[in-house]
């Protein structure tokens, strides 16, 4: 496609309920990465792959929350048992190479636990 | 501390002013990234610098490497400017740091 495109956009859950986020980076941009954004906060990091390996995960808050990106494209973030505190808009990005090239976001999935 | 960090948090101006928003980091980079989002909306690319200065429009960005710290200038600001500044860094091991963001508002 021609960009990051995310899904769901909007995501209502009850508490406890496990979610699936996808993301679909723009065709061939190596790198991908997942950022959780609070109301009126900046993005904070979550995880970064390189094609499918998984180089960094210190962002995710607990283990409740796990992503992955098997064949090196699509990406699916998951949050498990859902509290409300995960309510946030969650980010993916991705970008060509490394970390020198332009980055590209999606619109966010925008997650509310109720 | 952060390892990026913008100042100011928040900022208001009159239409037509000269708007500076600030970044400093403390991890060395490959790139430097200014970003902006509108409320509600996704966030988009405005510049990335590894050096010196770019020019877009009514937007400069500048980077001092030794120095550790970019700025990022709006000239004859506009209602339609209002929006969150984001500097982000690249830093070496390819993952890119957040500031949290500068709220701007431009009042017509």
């Known amino acids: 496609g021609a960009g990051v495109s995310q899904s769901p956009r909007y995501k209502v859950a009850k508490r406890g309920q496990d979610v699936a986020l996808r993301c679909d980076p723009i065709?061939?941009?190596?790198?991908l990465f997942w950022y959780q954004q609070a109301l009126g906060q900046g993005p904070e990091f979550l995880t970064y792959?390189?094609?499918?390996?998984?180089?960094?995960k210190s962002g995710l808050p607990s283990d409740r929350f796990f992503a992955e990106r098997p064949e090196g494209s699509v990406s699916t973030l998951k949050i498990q048992r859902t509290q409300q505190e995960d309510s946030a808009v969650y980010l993916c990005a991705s970008s060509q190479g490394f970390s020198g090239n332009t980055i590209y976001f999606g619109e966010g999935s925008w997650l509310t636990v109720v | 501390k952060n390892e990026v960090e913008q100042s100011p948090q928040n900022l208001t101006a009159q239409e037509g002013e000269f708007i500076t928003i600030n970044c400093s980091y403390s991890?060395?980079?490959?790139?430097l990234h200014w970003l902006q989002q509108h409320p509600g909306g996704g966030i988009v690319s405005l510049f990335m610098l590894s050096s010196g200065k770019k020019k877009h429009g009514r937007l400069i960005a500048t980077i001092n490497i030794q120095e550790k710290h970019s700025s990022l200038h709006i000239t004859a600001s506009h209602p339609r400017d209002s929006a969150v500044y984001i500097c982000a860094v690249g830093n070496r091991d390819d993952k890119i740091i957040f500031g949290k963001g500068t709220r701007l508002h431009i009042l017509p």
């Open positions: 065709s061939g941009h190596v790198s």
């Open positions: 991890v060395g980079i490959s790139a």
């Open positions: 792959f390189q094609n499918e390996a998984q180089l960094d």
